[in-house]
């Protein structure tokens, strides 16, 4: 285990996306864990958009459940989870909004049904008629074949500031090997938990 937890994760991430898992297998494919203020936990699935050295970032609509959960409260965990090799991190820290040019180029590289989708959709909010959704949806690709399709105002980027990492590896009889990095004045600490 190398003494950086960013250095590691880009190590694991590149070997889990060069396994064969199956067409539907996505590496980048993460759970977040979010809670309100009152301490309501809900969990749902993401796709990591980029990371680097200092932070994990994902893009989704401010309005959705996770959204208005990170306004509450900040603090979040990431889970990656690759059952084809038996391997899982689990990442904590503090999430904040990405720069709005930052958002602005991730959504213009999206492709144009998806960006229309954005448009068409108030995530998580309930719908009278799922055909009527489509039916809006349609109205929507047919008006911006002819008019300008910038990010709505509610659509953007969440970036995870992590300050702990953990490192889980699958061995026989449940004796896993289990590496964590926490964030201590600006210093990761490394240690090796029981299984």
Do not use: C
């Amino acid at each position: 285990m190398d003494t950086s937890p960013f250095k590691v994760f880009k190590r694991w991430y590149k070997r889990a996306g060069q396994d064969s898992a199956g067409d539907w297998f996505e590496p980048n494919a993460t759970t977040l864990s979010t809670a309100t203020k009152s301490g309501h936990v809900s969990a749902r699935t993401v796709l990591l958009k980029h990371f680097d050295d200092t932070r994990f970032v994902f893009f989704t609509n401010y309005n959705s459940v996770k959204g208005k959960a990170l306004y509450e409260n900040p603090h979040a965990a990431l889970l990656f989870f690759w059952p084809h090799r038996g391997e899982q991190i689990r990442i904590e820290g503090f999430v904040k909004k990405v720069a709005s040019k930052e958002s602005d180029a991730y959504f213009n590289s999206r492709p144009f049904e998806s960006r229309v989708g954005a448009w068409a959709s108030a995530q998580s909010s309930t719908l009278v008629s799922r055909a009527d959704f489509l039916k809006n949806y349609k109205n929507l690709l047919d008006h911006y074949q002819t008019h300008d399709l910038t990010r709505p105002p509610y659509w953007g980027g969440f970036e995870l500031l992590p300050k702990h990492f953990e490192f889980f590896s699958a061995e026989q009889f449940r004796l896993h090997n289990r590496v964590s990095y926490t964030k201590k004045v600006g210093v990761w600490i490394k240690e090796i938990l029981s299984p």
